[in-house]
């Protein structure tokens, strides 16, 4: 790689993306990117064949660099600590993988390249924006089809948003213009009390686990899954998640009961417990 082509990585996200984890960096240039390695061993392709084909492309190439990530043992297969990685823009995972022939992919690993198609650059991208970690449902297809209050408070916080954006621009070319203001209080007063009747109904009992809670156990899916890829040399994120659903009766795990989240704790950190020292620190 050339010294030119050498990015400097100021922050480093693992983003668990159904069922595998992706390795993204936030580099000096201000523009994030994946590892090629990581995206290669989720989809099963050859990395040396698929960086040829990057540094053919024209376009991928511009977007192909060079920078130090920090791995753990399970992904690289070599030991963890600081490696050198190739880096892949994350607004031209699309562009590659729109090149994929049949021929290189296994039949049942076709549908998990849609996936990565249609999510892999945004969910990555979002994992800087928003601290977004994960992602097991397509979120759009989420808010349509799913009206609980959660989904109500996403809205209308949204809508909040984009009104007191409007807002802004709007005072700001009054002010260019040495115009006087008028505020909508009334909608936005409208839509904070609407906000507030939803925050009473979150607070029921049969409310969702917030995003916090969510990180936690997605840290402790990492923990476990970790542990047993040093075993297995196998991605084990899938496994380890597929148990945590199975067990509490639930398609993914940000779809978990409130009530029931210091219980999946517990049944995490005991799983991590057996199969590890009995006086290692449980790190979650």
Not at 41 to 49: E, I, N, S, V
Not at 212 to 230: C, D, F, M, P, T
């Amino acid at each position: 790689m050339e010294d030119s082509k050498q990015l400097t990585v100021i922050e480093q996200r693992d983003v668990a993306f159904y069922g595998d984890e992706l390795t993204a960096v936030r580099a000096d240039d201000g523009h994030v990117y994946v590892s090629v390695r990581h995206l290669c061993q989720a989809l099963d392709l050859d990395r040396t064949a698929q960086v040829r084909r990057i540094r053919r492309h024209d376009i991928l190439d511009e977007g192909y660099k060079g920078g130090a990530i920090l791995a753990s043992p399970s992904k690289s297969g070599v030991g963890g600590g600081e490696q050198q990685a190739g880096l892949l823009r994350v607004d031209l995972i699309p562009l590659w993988l729109s090149g994929l022939r049949a021929s290189m992919v296994r039949e049942e690993i076709r549908p998990k390249i849609k996936q990565f198609q249609r999510e892999a650059a945004r969910v990555l991208w979002e994992a800087f924006r928003s601290g977004e970690l994960s992602v097991d449902h397509d979120f759009s297809d989420l808010l349509q089809q799913d009206e609980s209050p959660s989904v109500q408070a996403y809205k209308m916080l949204a809508a909040l948003t984009r009104m007191a954006k409007q807002q802004i621009l709007i005072e700001n070319r009054l002010n260019e213009q040495g115009l006087a203001i008028t505020h909508n209080t009334m909608t936005l007063g409208d839509l904070a009390q609407r906000m507030e009747s939803l925050e009473a109904d979150i607070g029921r009992d049969d409310r969702l686990i917030a995003s916090s809670q969510a990180v936690q156990i997605a840290q402790a899916v990492k923990a476990i899954a970790l542990e047993l890829g040093k075993r297995s040399r196998r991605n084990e994120f899938g496994g380890v998640y597929g148990e945590l659903h199975r067990r509490f009766e639930i398609p993914e795990y940000r779809l978990l009961a409130a009530h029931r989240f210091d219980e999946a704790m517990t049944f995490l950190r005991d799983w991590y417990g057996t199969i590890t020292d009995d006086d290692q620190v449980v790190p979650f």
